[in-house]
Nanobody, 123 residues
Framework: QVQLVESGGGSVQAGGSLKLSCVAA????????MTWFRQAPGKEREAIAH???????IYADSVKGRFTISKDNAKNTLYLQMNSLKSEDSATYYC?????????????????RGQGTQVTVSS
C-alpha cells in the first residue's frame, strides 16, 4: 500500500507559482512531523521544508521566504506552496513522514516516503 502520494508538479516559467500536495492513505501517515525534500538531476536529495509537532515551520535557506509548508489534518494532506520559482528549483519533490530518532533533514530518518512529483521551471 502506498502511504504518501504527491501531486501538483508541472512546468512553469520562472517567477511563477505551484502548489504541491501530499495525500496520505490514513491519518497515521501524517501524524507527527512531516518534511518536503527535493532532488535535482546529479544532485543530492535535500530537505527544504519541515513542519514539526507544534506546527513550527523550518525552511532551507534556498527556499525561505518563497515556499510555505502547511498541513490539513481533516484531509490527511501536506502542502507546499511555491512562489517566485527559479530555474534552480527544478527537481523531483518528495514528502516524508514517520520520522524516528534522528534529524529532520535526513531522508533516511523517515519511515514513510512518497514517490515524488516533478517540477520544471524554465527561465
Amino acid at each position: 500500500q502506498v502511504q504518501l502520494v504527491e501531486s501538483g508538479g508541472g512546468s512553469v516559467q520562472a517567477g511563477g507559482s505551484l502548489k504541491l500536495s501530499c495525500v496520505a492513505a490514513a491519518y497515521t501517515y501524517t501524524r507527527g512531523t512531516m518534511t518536503w525534500f527535493r532532488q535535482a538531476p546529479g544532485k543530492e536529495r535535500e530537505a527544504i521544508a519541515h513542519l514539526d509537532n507544534i506546527r513550527r515551520e523550518i525552511y532551507a535557506d534556498s527556499v525561505k521566504g518563497r515556499f510555505t509548508i502547511s498541513k490539513d489534518n481533516a484531509k490527511n494532506t501536506l502542502y507546499l506552496q511555491m512562489n517566485s520559482l527559479k530555474s534552480e528549483d527544478s527537481a523531483t519533490y518528495y514528502c516524508a513522514s514517520g520520522r524516528y530518532g534522528c534529524e529532520w533533514f535526513s531522508w533516511d530518518c523517515y519511515k514513510y516516503r512518497g514517490q515524488g512529483t516533478q517540477v520544471t521551471v524554465s527561465s
